[in-house]
């Protein structure tokens, strides 16, 4: 997969890129990052890329131009079928599911914002879809480019170690994750629960699942609405909530 990265601070994401899981995927050639600015296309003496809003109101808007000329040309460097994404918090929300669909994709042009936005005429003209990861505002759109991307690119295949790590993403099963425990096994008097360090793997399986289920139920209501649970599952997590804490 390749991936074009319109920002004003291509180093920022160049640099982030290079880390840990994705850093390595980079390496592997399985994804490749490219960050751009559409200052390289300014043509002005002062290579400038923002100006006034009409309307009057704080800050500045990114221009048109050069920003539609890099996003041009970075989407002559992806291949057919690719989609161009614009960052912004009034964008679709960041999924597990959204994650899922662009990792399909062969390429990516993720355009990162910066000031108040872009030109509204941009976005109708060079942009397919405007995704957010939250309901806050950044001062850029680099970070939740960022976030895209990692979401993204650990879905790829062989991106991931162990292929069953992305799979038990708590998100895939739409629960949350359950509790997490390396040595030592007991530290400060708090031990690692029992069931964990025995070797029955249909119990770890069925505690870490109930677990799943508790933690979403306790502070993701919202989700477990979304899941038509098994009997198996009601079973469970009647049992966690019965249990004392
Ligand atoms: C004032 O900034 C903007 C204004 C308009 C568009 C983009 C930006 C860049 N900032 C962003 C971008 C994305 C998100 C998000 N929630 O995904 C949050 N902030």
């Known amino acids: 997969m390749r991936i074009e990265v319109v920002t004003l601070f291509p180093e920022f994401v160049a640099e982030a890129v290079r880390v840990g899981v994705l850093g390595r995927a980079i390496e592997r050639g399985t994804v490749a990052v490219n960050a751009t600015t559409p200052r390289e296309f300014a043509t002005d003496v002062h290579k400038s890329v923002d100006d006034r809003p009409y309307g009057g109101g704080p800050g500045m808007v990114m221009t048109i131009e050069p920003a539609r000329t890099s996003i041009r040309a970075a989407k002559a460097r992806l291949p057919a079928g690719s989609r161009s994404v614009y960052l912004a918090a009034d964008g679709a929300p960041l999924t597990h599911a959204k994650a899922q669909e662009l990792a399909k994709l062969p390429g990516l042009l993720l355009l ?16 397919d879809e405007s995704v957010s990861i939250g309901d806050y505002v950044l001062s850029g759109g680099e970070l939740p480019a960022l976030v895209l991307i990692d979401a993204v690119v650990r879905l790829l295949p062989g991106v991931l170690g162990d292929e069953a790590s992305a799979i038990e993403d708590s998100f895939v099963a739409g629960l949350l994750d359950w509790p997490h425990y390396t040595r030592p096994e007991v530290f400060e008097g708090q031990a690692v629960p029992a069931v964990l360090v025995g070797g029955n793997h249909a119990a770890i399986r069925r505690w870490r699942e109930q677990q799943a289920l508790g933690r979403t139920w306790l502070r993701r209501p919202d989700l477990i609405e979304k899941l038509a649970l098994t009997a198996e599952q009601q079973r469970l997590l009647k049992e966690f909530l019965a249990e004392p804490k």
């Open 112 to 127: 990162a914002g910066r000031y108040e936005g872009v030109d509204e005429r941009l976005i109708q003209s060079e942009i």
